[in-house]
């Protein structure tokens, strides 16, 4: 299984913040946030940037690598400056209504070292220092920031930002209130526009799919599972490694990556997954071409208003 981040739209941040009665807050970020007005003033949307991870592996066996279809894949950065403009209409949308706005939302950075393929872990575990000392869980996410700051929501609020009651009924008006279309989560979809990397995420499916059953790959992947067979584990194929309960799960991780370093197993099957993605690329060229200008266009726009 390929793990990777997908972009969120930003009525379902908002929506499970509300859920769980609390806002997320980077680790590196000030306290701004948590000073932002619940009145009708708009306040600005913060956008928390300090610490963020580099965009590639910073170590072991795919230090460095970037497959091909990340060209026209969002980068995180850029999904949370979208995710901030569109937080920033929203908030505007909902303040000059005379409504307060009372979920104020900040981002957290990613548990792992990340870029939109996640290389890191794309091939299993590759990062020597996370296998030392968490095997194969995900660092933990430094969450002492984090405070609760979204108000209990009103019905109005509610149905404002949402367009919809609490039942689900569309809304164009409430309580003497005008309601936009689809609410003020409808409003800043139109305003910012909508990010659009389905098809280059397919692809990037198709490609993982199709490179793990290359002769390359399959011959690499034995190789390492006779290497972990060396050392008193066995195992078939590194996304199975996890499943081990013979040894500490720090010790089986960092054999892994040793293995997988021995044979050269990531150099193997990320030479082959990126030819694939190279040919998946040149056949549908034009379509992947016209997403990513849609993209910069709304990212542009996204930049503007934030």
């Given at each position: 299984?390929?793990?990777?981040?997908?972009?969120?739209?930003a009525?379902?941040v908002?929506?499970?913040?509300?859920?769980?009665?609390?806002?997320?807050?980077?680790?590196?970020?000030?306290?701004?946030?948590?000073?932002?007005?619940t009145?009708?003033?708009?306040?600005?949307?913060e956008?928390?940037?300090?610490?963020?991870?580099a965009?590639?592996?910073?170590?072991g066996?795919?230090?460095?690598?970037?497959?091909?279809?990340?060209d026209?894949?969002?980068?995180?950065?850029?999904?949370?400056?979208w995710e901030?403009?569109r937080?920033?209409v929203?908030?505007?949308?909902?303040t000059?209504?005379g409504?307060r706005?009372?979920?104020p939302?900040?981002y957290?950075?990613?548990?792992?070292?990340?870029?939109?393929?996640?290389t890191?872990?794309?091939?299993?575990?590759?990062?020597?220092?996370d296998?030392e000392q968490?095997?194969?869980?995900?660092?933990?996410?430094?969450?002492?920031?984090?405070?609760?700051?979204?108000a209990?929501a009103t019905?109005t609020e509610?149905?404002v930002?949402?367009?919809?009651?609490?039942?689900?009924q569309?809304?164009?008006?409430?309580?003497?209130?005008?309601?936009?279309?689809?609410?003020?989560?409808?409003?800043?979809?139109?305003?910012?526009?909508?990010?659009?990397?389905?098809?280059a995420?397919?692809?990037a499916?198709?490609?993982?799919?199709?490179s793990?059953?290359?002769?390359?790959?399959?011959?690499a992947?034995?190789?390492?599972s006779a290497?972990?067979?060396?050392?008193?584990f066995?195992?078939?194929?590194?996304?199975?490694?996890?499943?081990?309960?013979?040894a500490?799960?720090?010790?089986v991780?960092?054999t892994?990556?040793g293995?997988k370093?021995?044979?050269?197993l990531?150099?193997?099957?990320?030479?082959?997954?990126?030819?694939?993605?190279?040919?998946l690329?040149n056949?549908?060229r034009?379509?992947?071409?016209g997403?990513?200008?849609?993209?910069?266009?709304?990212?542009?726009?996204?930049?503007?208003?934030?």
């Amino acid at each position: 299984m390929t793990i990777r981040r997908v972009a969120v739209p930003a009525g379902l941040v908002l929506a499970l913040a509300l859920a769980a009665g609390t806002a997320i807050a980077n680790e590196g970020g000030s306290d701004n946030a948590a000073e932002t007005e619940t009145g009708t003033e708009t306040a600005a949307v913060e956008l928390v940037n300090e610490g963020w991870p580099a965009p590639m592996a910073a170590s072991g066996p795919a230090e460095g690598l970037v497959l091909p279809l990340e060209d026209y894949l969002i980068p995180y950065q850029d999904q949370v400056a979208w995710e901030t403009a569109r937080r920033t209409v929203e908030q505007e949308c909902v303040t000059e209504r005379g409504l307060r706005w009372f979920a104020p939302v900040t981002y957290v950075d990613p548990s792992i070292p990340y870029n939109t393929m996640n290389t890191p872990r794309r091939y299993g575990i590759t990062v020597l220092a996370d296998a030392e000392q968490y095997g194969y869980e995900l660092p933990p996410l430094d969450t002492a920031a984090a405070t609760s700051r979204s108000a209990e929501a009103t019905d109005t609020e509610i149905a404002v930002l949402t367009g919809r009651t609490d039942d689900g009924q569309e809304v164009a008006e409430v309580d003497g209130i005008e309601v936009p279309e689809g609410g003020c989560y409808g409003e800043s979809a139109r305003t910012v526009g909508e990010l659009d990397e389905e098809l280059a995420n397919e692809l990037a499916g198709q490609a993982m799919e199709a490179s793990e059953t290359h002769p390359d790959v399959v011959a690499a992947i034995a190789d390492w599972s006779a290497c972990m067979a060396g050392h008193g584990f066995t195992v078939a194929h590194p996304y199975e490694a996890s499943e081990i309960t013979t040894a500490p799960a720090t010790e089986v991780a960092v054999t892994d990556i040793g293995c997988k370093e021995e044979v050269g197993l990531v150099d193997t099957w990320f030479a082959v997954e990126s030819a694939i993605q190279e040919d998946l690329i040149n056949e549908h060229r034009a379509a992947l071409d016209g997403e990513r200008e849609q993209n910069a266009e709304v990212l542009a726009t996204a930049e503007a208003l934030r």
